[in-house]
């Protein structure tokens, strides 16, 4: 019986202090993680990540930006196999919901579900939190979207944020630089600028990744060739 | 007496039209148990959002049970969603509900009307196990089909004023329920427009 299995039991519990400590950690290993962010412009979203990786590695062999729906795509900050689950459990989830109703998922409805996810693996027994956070970028019917989901479930909605290890710099600058009349290309070009300012060593177009929705509603990862111009507009 | 087919054991028609800028669904209010009428005010459609009726011509006993598993799936969705369903939509939920039970169907082949969120007239049909039909002119169902699809092929003109469809609505469904030993006793007929819903009450031929 489940009941009498030893891991049946909440891993995560509170501290006297109303704190669930197992979550703050989670927090912690996300604030270790490599910097994420995105730019809500007019006319779409742009997220982007460091991919900062050993010499010997293949850059092209790990995706950090990827695609929940055709019009739909998520980063994170934190521990890459964690975010793979909820990746492909958030796929899922959207592939389910149009079978249902045929429409496609709108990008608030996937952060409430993934966001339940996450908060589900803080309530249930024998598993902790997921040590990510996600950064959702999408464009409905209902315009450019971007959502923050963090390990705890709770998930806010954004006109630019960042994630990770220099997510106080950067949101610094971001807040400088924001505008809400920015179209996609001055936001890709914001959000190149913000990574450099926490990039350590030169920043090419093989350890940085950024992925784009635009008004059509498509969500595409850049390829390192687009990626080198936009460097270069941005030199 | 003998019932070929389960659909037909309380027996009802349903039929929705497009006209300009409108729909139009109406279904006759009998109910009945085989050969013997129980009441006379049964209607088989029913307001699911501000401007979308679905009918559920069949068993009666399914009539009310999808009625109320829809109405249940739509509540939760406007909560969830913080938006209204459309018409489309709710076409293609109720095409999943019927399909769930494949192998153990829910007697009842549903007619779908209503306006999208752009007042777009939107109607459809499908059958007990969800297999749809989307038309731009005309969905009916129920025992008198066969009449109405005679009726409707025949009076049905596109762009039709809400007034004017109300006419050929009613037409259609009085002069084929009439030849209908199990549908009858009384029709109601809904208007849905940019501007709201008039519904009207029919006496046919006692």
Same mark, same amino acid.
């Given at each position: 019986?489940?009941? =009498? !299995? ?10 006297? !202090? #109303? ?19 995105? $730019? ?6 742009? $997220?982007?990540?460091?991919?900062? /990786? ?13 695609? /929940? ?13 964690? !975010? ?18 045929? &429409?496609? @998922?709108?990008?608030?409805? $996937?952060?409430?579900? @993934? ?20 950064? @959702? ?37 971001? =807040? ?16 190149? /600028? ?13 350890? @940085?990744?950024? #992925? ?13 060739? =687009? ?5 270069? &507009?941005?030199? | ?7 037909? +054991? ?46 559920? *011509? ?28 459309? *018409? ?10 019927? +399909?769930?039970?494949?192998?153990? *169907? ?42 109405? +699809? ?57």
């Amino acid at each position: 019986k489940m009941s =009498e !299995s030893p891991y049946s039991f909440s891993l995560t519990t509170f501290s006297p !202090s #109303g704190k669930l400590v197992q979550i703050e950690y989670a927090l912690q290993a996300v604030s270790q993680g490599t910097t994420s962010l995105g $730019i809500k412009a007019k006319d779409g979203v742009v $997220i982007a990540t460091e991919k900062k /990786l050993p010499d010997l590695l293949k850059p092209s062999s790990i995706q950090k930006v990827n695609n /929940l729906t055709d019009n739909i795509g998520v980063v994170y900050s934190g521990l890459n196999p964690d !975010s793979r689950v909820l990746v492909t459990k958030g796929r899922k989830l959207a592939q389910q919901y149009y079978r249902t109703y045929k &429409e496609n @998922i709108p990008i608030s409805m $996937i952060v409430k579900k @993934i966001a339940n996810v996450m908060q589900e693996y803080t309530q249930s027994g024998g598993v902790r939190p997921f040590g990510v956070s996600l950064l @959702i970028a999408g464009y409905d019917e209902s315009g450019p979207q971007l959502f923050q989901v963090d390990p705890s479930g709770s998930y806010f909605g954004w006109k630019a944020s960042a994630i990770g290890k220099n997510t106080l710099n950067a949101k610094t600058f971001l =807040e400088k630089r924001y505008n809400e009349d920015m179209e996609l290309e001055d936001a890709i070009h914001t959000a190149i /600028l913000t990574l450099k300012e926490g990039f350590e060593g030169q920043m090419t177009e093989n350890n @940085i990744e950024i #992925g784009v929705v635009n008004q059509q509603g498509e969500f595409r990862v850049l390829s390192t060739s =687009e990626v080198k111009d936009y460097l270069g &507009e941005v030199e | 007496l003998a019932y070929m087919s389960i659909l037909e +054991y309380n027996g009802g028609a349903v039929l929705a039209m497009v006209g300009k800028n409108c729909v139009a669904i109406a279904s006759d209010t009998r109910f009945g148990i085989q050969h013997q009428t129980v009441s006379t005010d049964f209607s088989k459609v029913f307001r699911i959002t501000d401007k979308t009726f679905v009918g559920f *011509p069949g068993l009666a006993s399914d009539t009310q049970t999808m009625l109320n598993k829809l109405k249940f799936r739509i509540k939760l969705y406007s909560l969830d969603e913080d938006r209204e369903m459309e *018409p489309k939509i709710v076409s293609n939920l109720l095409q999943t509900l019927l +399909y769930e039970k494949r192998f153990g *169907p829910f007697f009842v082949e549903p007619v779908v009307a209503g306006l999208d969120k752009n007042n777009k007239p939107f109607i459809s049909a499908m059958d007990l196990i969800g297999a749809p039909l989307l038309a731009e002119d005309f969905v009916l169902s129920g025992t008198a089909s066969e009449a109405m +699809y005679g009726m409707c092929e025949t009076l049905y003109r596109p762009d039709l004023e809400p007034e004017d469809l109300f006419e050929v609505v009613s037409q259609c469904l009085l002069s084929s329920v009439n030849r209908d030993a199990l549908s009858g006793w009384g029709a109601v007929v809904h208007v849905i427009t940019a501007d709201g819903i008039t519904s009207r009450v029919l006496k046919g031929r006692q």
